[in-house]
């Protein structure tokens, strides 16, 4: 399975448009964003169309510049799928998310974000593969150090070492896009704006 992953996008169309585009070119099964698709919540025009107009597979979880009711309605509108909180399934491969935000207006707490992975974990923990994604980095990694407005999130971290997943996908912190690292046996992307093409 091929997929692109990307975040941060902060409601620029034309980089949405150029991340479709490449989607298109790889040929990739599915489409991962991992949050800040828009600037607190405006801009929200074109920047799932892109995709969808290519028929290509989306799912994505929010990030700190949008609500929910902003996740809800870009799902609704054009029929993708929010996994914060939530899992789906392709082929062989269970993937799970949860924003993570530990900032600002759309700040969930730990427990929270503990609770929403492990339920959406739950409906696919008996896959093969699993991919977790969220749009806040784990605590106690490399991306944190790139940052000290941005901490990383604990509860990311608890639910990294908890559920084991085989990949960890995120962003928010720009300065640590393309940045791989491993907690245990999870590998975690930061997959930044540019997007990273994914083969599991």
């Known amino acids: ?69 902003t996740a809800d309605f870009l799902a609704d509108f054009y029929g993708i799928k929010n996994i914060h909180g939530y899992s789906v399934k392709y082929k062989n491969i269970g993937i799970f998310g949860c924003s993570g935000v530990n900032i600002g207006i759309n700040k969930i707490n730990d427990k929270e974000v503990l609770e929403l992975f492990e339920k959406g974990f739950n409906k696919i923990k008996y896959l093969k593969k699993k991919i977790m994604v969220s749009h806040v980095h784990p605590s106690g990694t490399k991306m944190e150090k790139f940052t000290d407005i941005f901490p990383g999130s604990k509860a990311v971290r608890k639910a990294v070492e908890k559920f084991k997943p085989d990949l960890l996908l995120c962003s928010h912190v720009h300065e640590a896009e393309g940045l791989e690292e491993k907690i245990g046996k999870t590998k975690v992307i930061n997959v930044g704006k540019k997007g990273k093409v994914i083969n599991i």
């Open 1 to 69: 399975m091929k997929i692109l992953s990307a975040g941060d996008i902060h409601g620029d169309s034309r980089l949405a448009e150029k991340l479709a585009e490449k989607a298109e070119k790889e040929n990739v099964d599915l489409v991962i964003l991992t949050g800040d698709l828009t600037f607190f919540d405006k801009s929200s025009d074109n920047l799932i169309g892109p995709f969808v107009k290519r028929n290509k597979k989306v799912v994505f979880v929010p990030g700190n510049h949008e609500s929910l009711a």
